[in-house]
């Protein structure tokens, strides 16, 4: 089967309960906005390709279903990430703030090359900001990372975002290769969920490999 | 981030170990609201991953006896005919002993430094109970039809090794073929040694399709005599009958016609389905297939919450009705629990216990031009033990820095050697030093009741090599718990997943 695709980015998102990941995430991948709490439940992953410089390159990015309520995210969550989105609210200061944990919570659980960027959200309602659109950027300078401020009602920014991320990752991709000499190592990690078409036991055809 | 706990759940699961993850996923798939709760800040309990800075730091959430006036306190949280149970806080495991071991070769400077300054102990992955999977297996199944495969990558047991031991040369560790390469290239066997190889593989397809009662028929008065001999009978040399008894011997251990057969064609359904090896380990170690199977419960709705021990359980009219965590009451209609939690009142039907060392070494027990991950089978230098073995593990898993290795000897404690005299016999043979060790003992408890009716145990951590019990074990607790759900049903495909599969498959194949 052909390739649909020539790079595959696992990109996260991560911050405090109700800044609006789960938004943000439904508007790029599907432009649409709800205005309702969204439950997470059964939000697993998103999918969108996106197309930069020639390239086809297909974002999945993960939603935290809901554990971070209680700061407890799964470790898991965070292997093999190559683009974590961290996010805040304008509107909550202590989400604001709390960036700082999220991204000692990266530092130890994510890989030590993985990209960042901080957004703050909810840029709409500008009349319950409670952090300046330059603090936002001072702690985005700080911790070396880009920074937007972003909405998932008024579809402000959300693009932007994720396009910077990934053509991070891509350049910084590239490079890589460039210095590898072409080929990324062949690692041998097995992925058991292919969903059914496993090859048939070779015991079966035992004899045909003897002869 | 204030968020309190809910009022009333469906069931409260407490712990976070590999079982109670499992069924906290069933439940929540199935629909039912779930809370699940753990007292320490990380995942696994008993069934953890750590890191060698944490397994250091790691200071379980030790629950106090409640004191008269906490428990005044509590009580004012029940209403008529209800009783306040304190829940059980069982050793399962004890004994934990950790020690940097000084080497000559380090005296510059401590492997611990060395370590630290490099910022390598975040590197290591350290199992509690480090097992692997069969390729076709109960667990791999589970894992594809609940789609929790999507959150774990996993190697290939590369290679099996088989001890021997004479007085003149000491343990010699020798390959175990676990491919069919393997065996065919092996130039111990003759033509027809493989011959007789082949029809005994044909003859195993075959008998594997027929049902156990069908299947013992065919093997008649031979099935409980040792296999050997059925071998013998079947027509295949002695030295054929050691290559297949050594390679399904990680399976099954002195087998019988019966359970040799058993364990061969479960050897051969696996072989070949995601390489040469029928073996699997996680990326990450086993503590990652726990915080998997949170993440699927997660996603259905499931709602997390760690450091947050439970006090005590509330019971009306032999039915326990809430849990009390925090001082916050949780109304609930089923408890899950982890067999450390059951209360004290009520005996264990069974304990084993399980002897665990880890080594942190440097150097592999065998080396290779490649990094292996090495399963050693010490059965036949403890004849007397229902469970021995080595698994070596190391940064191509994700559970060491490049170059170190994690060496996990489990053993059951019967006979006169243990499994640490024999490990370190090993280490000493190929100059292997470990510069880190840590030892344990593992209750493994079993309870045939929890002392109420709407309160399941999950199955106890264990010895076995692989993890089929396991899943069986938690499908029945949700079978007859909830005989009108299904438990982690085939997930229904989304298009965005018709789209992956190419990706997979080409991971697959690599
Ligand atoms: C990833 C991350 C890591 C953090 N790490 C730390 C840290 O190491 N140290 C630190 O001081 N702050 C940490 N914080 C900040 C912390 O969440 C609080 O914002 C801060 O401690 C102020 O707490 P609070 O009691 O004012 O309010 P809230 O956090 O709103 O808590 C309200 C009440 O609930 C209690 N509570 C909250 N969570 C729990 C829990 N899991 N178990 C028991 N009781 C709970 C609080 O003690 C408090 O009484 C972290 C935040 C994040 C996002
Ligand atoms: N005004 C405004 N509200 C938003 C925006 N993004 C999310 N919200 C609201 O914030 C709440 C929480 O959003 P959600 O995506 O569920 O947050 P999550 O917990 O981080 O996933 C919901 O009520 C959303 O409607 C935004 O950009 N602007
Ligand atoms: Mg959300």
New binding site residues.
């Given amino acids: 089967m052909a390739k649909t695709y020539d790079y595959l980015f696992k990109l996260l998102l991560i911050g ?1 309960s109700g800044v609006g990941k789960t938004c943000v995430l439904f508007r790029f991948s599907d432009d649409s906005f709800n205005n309702s709490f969204i439950s997470t439940i059964g939000i697993d992953f998103k999918i969108r390709t996106i197309e930069l410089d020639g390239k086809k390159i297909k974002l999945q990015i993960w939603d935290t279903a809901g554990q ?1 309520r ?4 799964t470790t898991a969550y965070y292997r093999g990430a190559m683009g974590i989105i961290l996010v805040y609210d304008i509107t909550n200061e ?1 989400s604001f ?2 960036i700082k ?2 991204i ?2 990266i530092e130890e659980h994510a890989a030590s090359d993985v990209e960042r960027m901080i957004i703050g959200n909810k840029c709409d309602i500008e009349e319950r900001r409670e952090v300046s659109r330059d603090r936002g950027e001072q702690l985005a300078i700080e911790y070396g990372t880009k920074f937007l401020e972003t909405s998932a009602k008024a579809n402000l920014n959300i693009d932007e975002a994720f396009f910077t991320l990934a053509r991070d990752i891509k350049s910084k991709m590239e490079q890589n290769e460039m210095r590898a000499g072409g080929s990324v190592s062949n690692t041998g990690r097995v992925n058991v969920g292919g969903s059914g078409t496993q090859k048939k036991s070779f015991f079966s055809n035992w004899s045909c490999n003897l002869l | ?4 706990l809910p009022e009333s759940v469906d069931v409260v699961v407490l712990g976070t170990g590999l079982p109670e993850a499992i069924l906290a996923s069933a439940c929540a798939r199935a629909g039912l609201s779930v809370l699940h709760l753990d007292r320490n ?1 990380y995942y696994g309990g008993d069934w953890s991953s750590f890191t060698m800075s944490m397994v250091h730091e790691v200071t379980e959430n030790q629950v106090k006896k409640l004191d008269s006036s906490e428990i005044s306190k509590l009580s004012e949280l029940l209403t008529e005919n209800e009783q306040l149970i304190e829940l059980g806080n069982r050793e399962i495991v004890e004994n934990i002993e950790m020690t940097w071991i000084p080497r000559g070769k380090d005296e510059e400077k401590p492997m611990k430094t060395q370590l630290e300054e490099a910022s390598q102990m975040r590197r290591f992955s350290i199992d509690l109970v480090p097992k692997i999977l069969l390729s076709k297996g109960a667990m791999v199944q589970t894992l594809c039809d609940s789609q929790v495969s999507h959150y774990a990558e996993f190697k290939l047991v590369n290679r099996q090794l088989c001890p021997t031991e004479t007085p003149e040369a000491g343990i010699t560790l020798n390959p175990v073929p676990c491919s069919k390469g393997e065996i065919f290239q092996s130039n111990a066997l003759s033509i027809l040694e493989k011959r007789a190889l082949m029809k005994f593989i044909t003859f195993c397809t075959q008998w594997s399709t027929k049902d156990t009662e069908e299947g013992r028929k065919l093997l008649a008065e031979h099935a409980d005599r040792p296999f050997s001999e059925f071998l013998e009978q079947m027509g295949v040399g002695k030295t054929l009958q050691s290559f297949i008894i050594n390679t399904i011997g990680i399976l099954q251990q002195r087998p019988t016609a019966m359970t040799g057969m058993l364990a061969s064609c479960q050897f051969m359904d696996s072989v070949g389905h995601f390489g040469p090896s029928p073996f699997l380990f996680p990326l990450y170690g086993c503590g990652e297939l726990s915080q998997c199977f949170c993440r699927l419960a997660a996603v259905f709705g499931s709602l997390y ?4 021990p439970v006090q005590a359980i509330v019971k009306k009219d032999g039915k326990i009705t809430a849990v009390i965590a ?1 001082g916050d009451r949780v109304n609930c209609r089923y408890i899950v629990m982890s067999p450390r939690f059951v209360p004290e009142t009520v005996p264990a039907s069974s304990t084993l216990k399980i002897e665990r060392i880890v080594y942190a070494t440097d150097k592999s027990i065998k080396e290779a031009e490649k990094e292996q991950l090495t399963l050693l089978n010490l059965a036949s230098l403890r004849p007397d033990a229902a469970v021995s073995r080595l698994v070596e593990v190391g940064f191509e898993a994700c559970t060491a820095p490049k170059g170190h290795f994690l060496v996990h000897a489990t053993g059951t404690q019967e006979g006169e050697t243990s499994v640490k005299t024999i490990a370190e016999k090993i280490f000493e043979k190929n100059e292997v030093e470990p510069y880190w060790k840590m030892s344990f003992t593992a209750n493994s408890m079993k309870f045939d009741t929890a002392g109420a009716e709407n309160v399941v145990v999950a199955p106890p951590v264990d010895a076995n090599l692989h993890y089929a019990s396991v899943v069986e074990e938690c499908r029945q607790l949700f079978c007859t718990t909830w005989p009108e759900l299904d438990f982690l049903p085939r997930a229904m495909k989304k298009e965005e997943e018709e789209e992956e599969e190419p990706e997979t498959e080409e991971i697959a194949e690599n």
């Avoid at chain 1, 209680?70 to 995210?73: A, E, G, L, N, S």
């Fill in positions: 405090d971070e209680f700061r407890t995210i202590r703030e709390n944990n999220w000692r919570n | 981030m204030d968020e309190k800040e919450c760690l450091g947050r925090n």
